[in-house]
């Protein structure tokens, strides 16, 4: 949206060039997270738990500065619905970059002795949730809504992978009580992606209400 004073308008734009760098943060962060899962790099575990800084300090500028707008300039329509949605949006990913560093935290910490096929299978699920939120950051940046369905969609399949998942470590520990803390990481990682899902949901209803005026269950 053009606006006649065009500070107020390099004001709202670099807002959403924060959103846009903490997206591509998170990103970046996801792959590096997946990665270590399946190295077990505690070198690049420590890169991920660092970097997660630089995101919540992007948390905090951002919404230092939206209310800093709201209060000086008192934005009314389209831009301050974007301004609150901004509010949203960036706690969810904010939580997102928690999760995230939790899954490479607790990635170091299991042993190589467990069967690779769950590593291969977190790895899968940790994939669907990457691309989850690739496509709504793009659905956020680009302004459309043309991937909503498939998001949707992809978080249902995050849901019952998780699920299964789930009931295959357990059946395993069952089997072998020496491995139960790394299946219990093994549980919290899987745990850790699946609300990334969660809050993947959370923005996509943001972006929908950015874009539309409502929220989809409207």
Do not use: W
Request: glycine share 2%; proline share 1%; charged share 30%.
């Amino acid at each position: 949206m053009k606006h006649a004073d065009k500070f107020y308008e390099s004001q709202l734009n670099t807002i959403n060039e924060k959103l846009v760098k903490m997206g591509s943060l998170l990103e970046k962060q996801f792959a590096s997270a997946l990665e270590v899962l399946d190295s077990r790099d505690e070198q690049l575990a420590q890169k991920v738990v660092d970097n997660d800084h630089e995101i919540n300090l992007l948390n905090h500028e951002i919404s230092d500065f939206v209310f800093q707008i709201i209060a000086m300039r008192q934005p009314i329509a389209d831009d301050l619905r974007f301004l609150f949605c901004t509010i949203k949006i960036i706690r969810d990913l904010e939580r997102i970059g928690d999760h995230i560093t939790s899954i490479a935290k607790k990635a170091t910490r299991v042993s190589k002795n467990i069967p690779s096929e769950f590593t291969e299978k977190l790895t899968n699920l940790g994939k669907q949730a990457s691309i989850m939120t690739h496509d709504a950051l793009n659905c956020l940046f680009e302004r459309r809504l043309s991937q909503a369905d498939k998001i949707t969609k992809r978080d249902d399949i995050i849901d019952e992978l998780h699920g299964t998942f789930i009931s295959e470590v357990l059946a395993y520990m069952k089997k072998h009580d020496d491995v139960i803390p790394d299946s219990l990481s093994l549980i919290q990682m899987s745990k850790a992606i699946e609300r990334v899902g969660d809050h993947i949901t959370n923005i996509m209803e943001e972006v929908h209400f950015l874009i539309e005026g409502q929220y989809s269950s409207d």
